[in-house]
């Protein structure tokens, strides 16, 4: 019997350091800040919370010593104080000041959260369903970043999901880019439905909304990488709409940025149509075929460079295209790009031009020329083929 009581007491004992050693792992907490907003939320709501405790101690100790003292059992009579004035002054000016304490720092920090002005670098960024467009409005580079998990690893229709990545539905094709120690200034909006730019170590949860333009900002304090997620429930996939930022030193940066500069496409020329530019372009074949003969009639004569499809589609359409993200149909996929080829071309070349359902026109770069665009189409067409 002595056996059976020690071997219970000994596998008590067992679960309880178990336990113990599991709660040591255990973290209940607001994630690192990193920014200078982050700061002053973290600070706000642990200051608040220990008011909050100690309010919570002061008033249920006080009432539970009071139904313990002064209980029936023990001949005790209740005290008659209505309309005692100093009684109600007391409890009046008592949580008035509490509330005033709470409401300074609240208040100074929601300012903070606003002050968007001055910033170093701006960034308009466009919620789709379900991906994020990027563009560094000082810098002329632009992009979009969508969720890199491989479906394999989410999907479970034919078995067991693939082995999880650390970032698992944390993870995309192109992060944002900023340097440490920068005002970055955010325009956030919408081209579908209601989104959120929520990243908690930033301290910002910004709504995106179609038809406005809302701002945030945040100054990072160290290199690193922060993720977050869309924090509206945005349509069936949003699960699958991360935020990755990557904060790197300025030096870093600013190679990062010139590496970006060079893969975005070239602008489109501005033609004019003034009377000058229309006697230049007529008058030059002429002076170059007086200057140059036959050769130069060659070269009067000789069409101008057909569009790189598959330039364009490395630039521009692979973001979606090369992964089929958002019901879009991937490179070479036959299946997904038979029904579309049935349309037509004009149809296609129609949907890429002026956008159609989550691709916007053009994708997402206005300054591509139509033909570049087609060629595109052409490029992606004839690899499903």
């Known amino acids: 019997m002595l056996g059976k009581h020690l071997r219970a007491a000994a596998a008590f004992a067992a679960s309880l350091l178990a336990s113990t050693a599991a709660l040591a792992a255990y973290d209940v907490d607001i994630l690192p800040p990193v920014t200078p907003v982050s700061h002053e939320i973290y600070k706000l709501h642990w200051g608040i919370l220990w008011v909050c405790v100690v309010i919570f101690i002061i008033?249920?100790?006080?009432?539970?010593?009071?139904?313990?003292?002064?209980?029936?059992?023990?001949?005790?009579?209740?005290?008659?104080?209505?309309?005692?004035?100093?009684?109600?002054?007391?409890?009046?000016?008592?949580?008035?000041?509490?509330?005033?304490?709470?409401?300074?720092?609240?208040?100074?920090?929601?300012?903070?959260?606003?002050?968007?002005?001055?910033?170093?670098?701006?960034?308009?960024?466009?919620?789709?369903?379900?991906?994020?467009?990027?563009d560094y409005l000082n810098d002329g580079v632009r992009f979009f970043a969508n969720l890199a998990t491989p479906r394999e690893q989410i999907d479970e229709r034919h078995g067991p999901a693939a082995k999880r990545s650390e970032n698992y539905l944390l993870e995309v094709d192109n992060p944002v880019v900023v340097p440490v120690g920068k005002k970055v200034r955010l325009l956030i909006t919408s081209n579908d439905v209601i989104h959120g730019w929520y990243v908690p170590q930033f301290g910002i949860n910004q709504y995106g909304i179609p038809g406005f333009i809302k701002d945030a900002w945040f100054t990072i304090e160290k290199?690193?990488?922060?993720?977050?997620?869309?924090?509206?429930?945005?349509?069936?996939?949003?699960?699958?709409?991360?935020?990755?930022?990557?904060?790197?030193?300025?030096?870093?940066?600013?190679?990062w940025l010139k590496e970006q500069k060079a893969k975005m496409p070239a602008p489109a020329t501005p033609v004019s149509d003034s009377a000058d530019a229309v006697a230049t372009t007529s008058a030059a074949p002429v002076a170059a075929a007086a200057a140059g003969g036959a050769s130069a009639k060659v070269a009067a004569g000789a069409p101008a460079k057909a569009a790189d499809g598959k330039s364009t589609y490395d630039s521009v359409c692979m973001v979606c295209h090369g992964t089929g993200a958002a019901g879009a149909p991937k490179l070479g996929d036959k299946a997904a790009w038979a029904p579309r080829i049935a349309q037509g071309k004009n149809t296609l070349y129609a949907s890429a031009l002026k956008g159609k359902g989550a691709m916007p026109p053009k994708g997402g770069n206005a300054a591509l020329p139509d033909d570049a665009v087609k060629a595109a189409v052409d490029y992606m067409t004839a690899a499903a083929k």
């Open 223 to 255: 290199a690193g990488t922060y993720r977050g997620q869309c924090s509206q429930i945005c349509g069936k996939e949003h699960g699958f709409m991360p935020i990755v930022v990557v904060a790197k030193e300025p030096g870093e940066y600013a190679a």
């Open 59 to 134: 008033v249920f100790g006080a009432m539970f010593w009071s139904v313990f003292k002064h209980r029936r059992s023990v001949g005790a009579k209740a005290a008659q104080f209505h309309e005692n004035t100093t009684i109600e002054v007391i409890w009046t000016i008592v949580p008035f000041v509490i509330l005033i304490g709470m409401a300074y720092p609240a208040t100074k920090t929601i300012l903070d959260m606003k002050d968007a002005g001055n910033a170093d670098i701006s960034i308009k960024v466009t919620a789709y369903q379900w991906k994020w467009e990027y």
